[in-house]
């Protein structure tokens, strides 16, 4: 879900990644190191350890704003989702101190539950950093992983396109940079951290890449699958977008080298099946619970996010939390998430970088046919052009809404593959402009036959094909004021894009009534404590941090999730009882309602269902109408340390 909304569903779709073709056909960047033979680097050079340090830094700057009062500062773009996310690491935390299944919580939505597997759960983080969460509380472990993700898929994304795929070291650290802090990935780093988790993506892409080599079919597939398995407990989403870009790859070679594509495609599924089998075998308890588990649901109630396309303008656009962006251009266009907002001088790079480059490399042709299909598959059931829809159909008005897939997925995310595709792009431009990089290593052991051959390798000079003359004694340098120009435009076109520190705001700290465990002799096992507001995806942002901030040492009701309504669609937060409408309604208008006997029995009931024995009122900045509802509904509270509160357990 994007900035406008509250939180992100989850695509409820089983998935494995699809792989693509080994990469080493890059005429542009000849020295690929496939590692299928020869020996692998074991240690990292100097420019290794400092582009991995500064990507660190960026992340640490990213995330300033919140280090400033780590423990009382949320987003000011979604503070509901950082809220949730907060809740997410408790989540963890308490799973495994308690031996709890962390596949579904009790500790929000009381008495029902919460289905984790069917939310943006983050299980794959969450548990592994428990330790740290009980040390340290989620507050600094969230600002600590945030940072921490956004540097490791620089990181990941960074060895894949040095070792993999470019020559020059800084042409991968500005490849590597851009995958990790792009526009739209920086934007979702506004409350939504499932989103900035992507360090798994490019050992996936890489290894998918690898399901060619002969002979390693079995290890590479059963690799291949730990690490599918292991991505579907953080993002499912991002690995559907994956697949679906390697799936597009795979037919593009396909099409550009048919006979290549045919010599390999029994050891390529072969190593799909194993992968595929063993991510399924690893998931399948966790997916069936997805779908048939409690409080699972299908689809979401409306279609919320079909008809979130991108507005063409978007592409041109600086995003707001970068040196060129501002907050002004979200009231024009800012309706949809900021997935690309690629500013202007990108978007006239990447177009001149493909017209030099895609007659001389398959990469590139491949990355050309990513960003068009991904980018136009994007715009959504209409077209939207500078914030306003044109009436033009879009091409997914002619999907059924109601496809198993579709309904969950939000077209604008698609071009987070764009993204992709952009920023591997990125390298293979520096690398060119470059000339030549580190000495060539040798040639992989099976190379996949060149355009127009039978067998023959692809031509490995990445200088022929880049239009500079070879000799024997290697490739020869572009003339310095070419690279000069190559250099000065790549620079220009990304430097706008570096982000700032992410907006936060101040958020009222728990009641000292609940930090220092003075409710326990209140709430005995079985029973639960209902803050006041009772939390939900509109109201309630400073009481779920009560449950968050204590590492869920008390359930709550309702809450902030995706969960069933009575016809099992998915709709944000638990239905609205009687009570909990009352309280939103006099939060709205500041206003006490009219309130009747049956108001007053209906409470009671609802408390019951709650299964309540302690209700609590804090500060808030509706306070006074909020303890004038509850007491006409329950009677005078009592004071106790900096809260109202209302004993029911002999009522309920």
Request: aromatic content about 10%; some cysteine; proline content about 9%.
């Amino acid at each position: 879900m994007g900035a406008k909304s509250p939180k992100s569903p989850p695509v409820r779709w089983p998935v494995v990644a699809v792989p693509v073709v080994n990469p080493s056909l890059n005429p542009v960047s000849p020295t690929v190191e496939t590692q299928s033979t020869g020996r692998p680097r074991r240690r990292p050079a100097r420019a290794d350890v400092l582009a991995i340090g500064a990507y660190v830094l960026l992340g640490v700057v990213v995330c300033l704003n919140y280090w400033g009062d780590v423990n009382n500062r949320v987003s000011s773009h979604l503070p509901t989702d950082h809220s949730w996310f907060e809740w997410l690491f408790s989540h963890g935390a308490y799973s495994l101190r308690n031996l709890e299944n962390p596949l579904f919580s009790t500790q929000q939505n009381a008495p029902d539950g919460v289905n984790m597997m069917a939310n943006t759960s983050l299980l794959g983080v969450t548990l592994p950093l428990a330790p740290l969460t009980w040390l340290l509380g989620p507050q600094v472990v969230y600002a600590l992983y945030l940072g921490g993700a956004l540097a490791a898929t620089a990181g990941t994304a960074y060895w894949m396109l040095s070792r993999h795929l470019v020559r020059s070291r800084a042409a991968a650290f500005i490849g590597g940079g851009f995958l990790g802090f792009a526009p739209g990935i920086v934007h979702h780093a506004n409350g939504q951290p499932n989103f900035v988790s992507n360090f798994l993506l490019p050992l996936i892409v890489v290894r998918v890449f690898r399901l060619t080599e002969p002979g390693r079919w079995r290890r590479n597939g059963l690799v291949l699958g730990l690490l599918v398995a292991y991505q579907i407990f953080i993002n499912e989403e991002m690995l559907l977008l994956t697949a679906l870009a390697c799936l597009v790859v795979v037919i593009a070679y396909a099409i550009m080298r048919p006979r290549a594509a045919r010599q390999r495609a029994g050891t390529f599924a072969a190593g799909l099946g194993v992968g595929g089998g063993l991510a399924l075998l690893l998931t399948a308890y966790p997916i069936w619970f997805q779908f048939n588990g409690p409080q699972s649901y299908r689809g979401l109630q409306g279609g919320v996010f079909h008809s979130w396309g991108e507005d063409l303008v978007a592409f041109v656009t600086f995003p707001r939390d970068t040196i060129a962006g501002t907050e002004a251009v979200e009231k024009t266009i800012g309706l949809t998430e900021q997935n690309t907002w690629f500013g202007w001088p990108l978007v006239l790079l990447c177009v001149v970088a493909l017209a030099m480059l895609v007659r001389r490399s398959l990469v590139a042709r491949i990355l050309a046919v990513l960003v068009v299909f991904f980018s136009v598959a994007a715009l959504g059931p209409e077209i939207r052009f500078n914030g306003k829809l044109t009436g033009i159909p879009g091409p997914w008005s002619y999907i059924p809404e109601d496809l198993p897939l579709v309904e969950m997925m939000m077209p604008t995310r698609l071009t987070l593959v764009t993204t992709a595709a952009l920023g591997v792009l990125l390298a293979l431009a520096w690398d060119a402009v470059a000339g030549r990089g580190r000495p060539p290593v040798p040639a992989p052991r099976a190379p996949l036959p060149a355009e127009g051959s039978a067998g023959a390798p692809e031509p490995t000079s990445g200088a022929e094909s880049a239009g500079v003359s070879e000799s024997a004694s290697g490739t020869r340098r572009r003339p310095r004021w070419q690279q000069a120009v190559g250099y000065a435009a790549i620079t220009l076109a990304v430097l706008p894009l570096i982000p700032t520190p992410l907006p936060a705001e101040p958020v009222d700290p728990p009641p000292t009534f609940i930090t220092s465990g003075a409710w326990r002799p209140y709430v005995p096992d079985g029973r639960t404590l209902v803050p006041v507001p009772i939390p939900s995806n509109v109201h309630g942002l400073s009481t779920l941090r009560w449950s968050a901030l204590t590492q869920h040492q008390f359930p709550i009701p309702a809450g902030y999730f995706i969960g069933p309504n009575l016809d099992g669609e998915g709709v944000f937060g638990a239905p609205n009882r009687h009570t909990s409408t009352l309280i939103y309604r006099s939060m709205d208008s500041g206003e006490l309602p009219e309130l009747t006997d049956e108001d007053r029995q209906r409470a009671v009931e609802d408390l019951r269902f709650w299964r309540a024995s302690v209700v609590v009122l804090g500060a808030h900045p509706r306070e006074a109408v909020l303890r004038e509802l509850m007491s006409a509904l329950l009677g005078e509270p009592q004071r106790v340390d900096d809260v109202w509160l209302w004993d029911v357990r002999d009522r309920v």
